[in-house]
């Protein structure tokens, strides 16, 4: 599958699961120097491989008729700074609702792990700005994922599909957050119990055979 129909796979896969609406949120895949990018002002759910730009990392428009996304700068900053080869900005509910209201969401489970452990929410900045682009590199340090203050979420990996399956996890993560903020307080996991759980998946149990 070609990079362009990668974008046009998984823009409808946000697209179906809720996780943006209208034309809001964007994707990119790297290969090399060269960035396959979301059109600017398109339905993901709409999106043909040829209405996919693609633009190199200095950000000049190297194929494709539409323009890319307006937030393609926030997208080639944070390729620069990982060295990460997709990412996926989204506009869902809950981590909107988490990125609008607190400062990071907390581990309130293991698997917070996956996505570095607290997920940081990024200074607000307006869209497709350096200074957002800076912030949510910031925010990213050592992550693969946060939270865009007042806007939405940004995740990253090394395919298109790892980057999808942790906006996914992130999503998850903020609705447990948000819904258990209905019943409670929720519980916060300490450092000691998250290095166990690293420890443990380091060292699983080993089970004898009959």
Same mark, same amino acid.
């Given at each position: 599958?070609?990079?362009? &129909?990668?974008?046009? =796979?998984?823009?409808?896969?946000?697209?179906?699961?809720?996780? +943006?609406?209208?034309?809001?949120?964007?994707?990119? !895949?790297?290969?090399? =120097?060269?960035?396959?990018?979301?059109?600017?002002?398109? @339905?993901?759910?709409?999106?043909?491989?040829?209405?996919?730009?693609?633009?190199?990392?200095?950000?000049?428009? !190297?194929?494709?008729?539409?323009?890319?996304? $307006?937030?393609?700068?926030?997208?080639?900053? !944070?390729?620069?700074?990982?060295?990460?080869?997709?990412?996926? *900005?989204? *506009?869902?509910?809950?981590?909107?609702?988490?990125?609008?209201?607190?400062?990071?969401?907390?581990? +309130?489970?293991?698997?917070?792990?996956?996505?570095?452990?607290?997920?940081?929410?990024?200074?607000?900045?307006?869209?497709?700005?350096?200074?957002?682009?800076?912030?949510?590199?910031?925010?990213?340090?050592?992550?693969?994922?946060?939270?865009?203050?007042?806007?939405?979420?940004?995740?990253?990996?090394?395919?298109?599909?790892?980057?999808?399956? @942790?906006?996914?996890?992130? &999503?998850?993560?903020?609705? +447990?957050?948000?819904?258990?903020?209905? !019943?409670?307080?929720? @519980?916060?996991?300490? &450092?000691?119990?998250?290095?166990? +759980?690293?420890?443990? $998946?380091?060292?699983?149990? $080993?089970?004898?055979?009959?």
């Amino acid at each position: 599958m070609s990079l362009r &129909e990668q974008l046009c =796979d998984y823009g409808r896969r946000a697209v179906e699961l809720g996780l +943006v609406i209208g034309t809001s949120g964007n994707l990119s !895949v790297r290969q090399g =120097d060269l960035v396959a990018v979301t059109p600017s002002g398109a @339905a993901l759910d709409r999106l043909t491989p040829e209405m996919c730009p693609i633009v190199d990392v200095e950000g000049y428009l !190297v194929e494709g008729e539409l323009q890319p996304s $307006s937030e393609t700068p926030m997208h080639l900053a !944070v390729y620069e700074t990982t060295g990460t080869q997709a990412v996926v *900005h989204t *506009h869902s509910v809950f981590g909107t609702v988490v990125a609008t209201t607190m400062a990071e969401l907390p581990p +309130v489970h293991y698997n917070a792990l996956l996505l570095g452990g607290v997920v940081k929410v990024a200074e607000y900045a307006t869209y497709g700005t350096p200074e957002l682009a800076a912030n949510v590199r910031a925010a990213l340090a050592g992550k693969q994922a946060a939270l865009m203050a007042n806007h939405g979420g940004v995740t990253i990996g090394a395919t298109l599909e790892q980057a999808f399956e @942790a906006t996914r996890l992130l &999503e998850w993560l903020c609705e +447990v957050y948000v819904r258990g903020l209905g !019943v409670g307080k929720p @519980a916060i996991l300490t &450092e000691e119990q998250l290095a166990a +759980v690293v420890e443990r $998946s380091l060292n699983p149990p $080993s089970f004898p055979r009959r």
